[in-house]
C-alpha cells in the first residue's frame, strides 16, 4: 500500500503565495513522474505541473511563470509554490505519483486526497 498525503491547502487573497506538499508513504521502491492536478468547481481535473524522478517539469499556461513544482526524492515528497495566486486558482489540489512498490515491476498510479485552495479577498 502507498499513500500520498498533501499539505498547504487554505484561503489566500488574490496576488498571496502557497506552498502544498505531498508526502508518499508505504512500500516504495521507485516514483517515477509527480504532478499536480486540480479541479474546479464545475470543471474537469486538470494538469497543473509535473516533474519527472531527473527534475525535468512541465507546467500548465495558465500558470507557467507563478508556479514551481519540486520534489525531495530522499524524503518522497513533492511541493508545488504558488506565487501571484488568482482567484481563478480556486480548485481542490491533487497530488499524483507513478510509483513502483517492493516485489513489483509495474509503475502505477496513485492519488492523494486533495486539498482545497480558494483564493478570494
Known amino acids: 500500500q502507498v499513500h500520498l498525503v498533501e499539505a498547504g491547502g487554505g484561503l489566500v487573497q488574490p496576488g498571496g503565495s502557497l506552498r502544498l506538499s505531498c508526502a508518499a508513504s508505504?512500500?516504495?521502491?521507485?516514483?517515477?513522474?509527480m504532478g499536480w492536478y486540480r479541479q474546479a468547481p464545475g470543471k474537469e481535473r486538470e494538469l497543473v505541473a509535473s516533474i519527472t524522478s531527473g527534475g525535468s517539469a512541465n507546467y500548465a499556461d495558465s500558470v507557467k511563470g507563478r508556479f514551481t513544482i519540486s520534489r525531495d526524492n530522499a524524503k518522497n515528497t513533492l511541493y508545488l509554490q504558488m506565487n501571484s495566486l488568482k482567484p481563478e486558482d480556486t480548485a481542490v489540489y491533487y497530488c499524483?505519483?507513478?510509483?513502483?512498490?517492493?516485489?513489483?515491476?509495474?509503475?502505477?498510479?496513485?492519488w492523494g486526497q486533495g486539498t482545497l485552495i480558494t483564493v478570494s479577498s
Open positions: 508505504g512500500s516504495i521502491f521507485s516514483i517515477n513522474v
Open positions: 499524483k505519483a507513478e510509483v513502483m512498490t517492493v516485489g513489483n515491476i509495474r509503475y502505477r498510479e496513485v
